[in-house]
């Protein structure tokens, strides 16, 4: 799943959210807009930092007016977003629940063509997502190490995107398989075979496997709240693995029956979704060990005393540790820039988890 056409099509044909990271923000922006044409789909960027700052509506940057009914529009491209305040992202959790019809049962079970947003009923087109393009920086200053630099996010408004891809110019990524027929008619049929793709209890066990070594990870409890993955996670998980078999296996005229996920099928949806959500690392927080001391705050030896006293009151993973040692651990286990990746840096916690599971034979 290294191609920006296969990330925007899963989103659409499961009508969800997804992150692109990316070096160059403009060129992911237009290969985007280039993806979402080949499907006759309206896609719409929006500046989300300067549209809050302005406090003005986002109902109008939403939807469109069509025959007198108002309908989402097709793909929403939001930009900035990592500039925008804490409160600015509580905003946007707000108008995503609305969306998401607040995840009840009765909206899951029985989706309804309209949803409710600002009190006023908005049409759903077949195909709509909203993409939120996010800016690597540091790559270009041969930064190794990329701590205080990573953004600050809401982890709500985190959840509320299935996955994260990395968009590169590197001919790899380009948008230039659009040699199809009828787009959208592939997208139809995608959706169509998702629920036919055969998850057996093995990978089950498998998933759930990768979900307790990630959230019984020795650095998750440096910050529980940032790393621990919801329950949900685990439908996500699945729901990706079964929608990329689907989409590597469109063209094949044979029985639906012959659609399986494997457990390099499951590592690639635990990355996809893993790499987005899993972040033990708080820009400026106590165990950010790349960020400079503000002047008139603690002194760096203050801070190392404080850092010590936290590790010695962590039972469990840290039991008995030295500080030296659970330094170097930490040091090693920061992120780095990796344009490999799926969010554009490295994520140890995934990585150790992915080959500390046994996958089934």
């Avoid at 060129?27 to 044409?37: E, G, N, Q, R």
């Avoid at 939807?63 to 930009?79: A, F, H, Y």
């Avoid at 939120?132 to 930064?143: H, R, T």
Wanted: aromatic fraction near 8%.
């Amino acid at each position: 799943m290294n191609n920006l056409l296969v990330a925007v099509s899963l989103a659409l044909a499961n009508n969800r959210r997804c992150v692109v990271h990316t070096c160059d923000l403009d060129a992911a922006v237009t290969a985007l807009k280039t993806v979402v044409s080949s499907a006759d789909l309206e896609a719409v960027e929006v500046d989300l930092k300067s549209l809050l700052d302005q406090n003005d509506s986002l109902l109008s940057s939403l939807t469109t007016q069509v025959s007198g009914k108002r309908w989402l529009r097709d793909v929403l491209i939001w930009r900035s977003v990592e500039q925008c305040t804490a409160e600015q992202q509580r905003q946007l959790v707000g108008i995503l629940d609305q969306l998401d019809g607040y995840d009840t049962n009765a909206h899951r079970i029985c989706p309804r063509d309209t949803i409710q947003i600002q009190g006023q009923d908005v049409f759903l087109p077949v195909f709509h997502t909203v993409i939120m393009v996010v800016e690597v920086s540091g790559f270009e200053n041969g930064i190794s190490a990329a701590g205080s630099m990573l953004p600050t996010w809401y982890k709500r408004l985190k959840e509320k995107f299935w996955f994260s891809h990395f968009y590169t110019q590197d001919g790899q990524d380009e948008p230039r398989s659009l040699q199809m027929v009828d787009y959208s008619k592939e997208l139809l049929k995608v959706r169509s075979r998702i629920p036919c793709v055969h998850l057996s209890h093995e990978i089950m066990d498998y998933i759930h496997s990768l979900m307790v070594f990630i959230r019984n990870h020795r650095l998750q409890s440096l910050a529980p709240l940032q790393t621990r993955l919801s329950t949900d996670t685990i439908d996500h998980v699945s729901l990706l693995a079964r929608s990329i078999v689907a989409w590597s296996r469109r063209t094949d005229s044979g029985s639906n029956t012959s659609l399986y996920v494997t457990p390099e099928v499951c590592q690639v949806a635990m990355r996809k979704i893993g790499y987005w959500l899993v972040d033990w690392q708080i820009p400026g927080g106590l165990f950010d060990l790349s960020a400079r001391v503000p002047t008139g705050k603690d002194t760096e030896e203050q801070l190392e005393n404080n850092r010590k006293l936290v590790v010695n009151m962590l039972a469990g993973a840290w039991y008995g540790s030295e500080w030296p040692y659970v330094k170097e651990y930490i040091q090693q286990h920061e992120a780095r820039f990796d344009p490999t990746s799926n969010t554009g840096y490295s994520n140890s916690m995934i990585e150790d988890s992915i080959s500390a599971v046994q996958p089934p034979m």
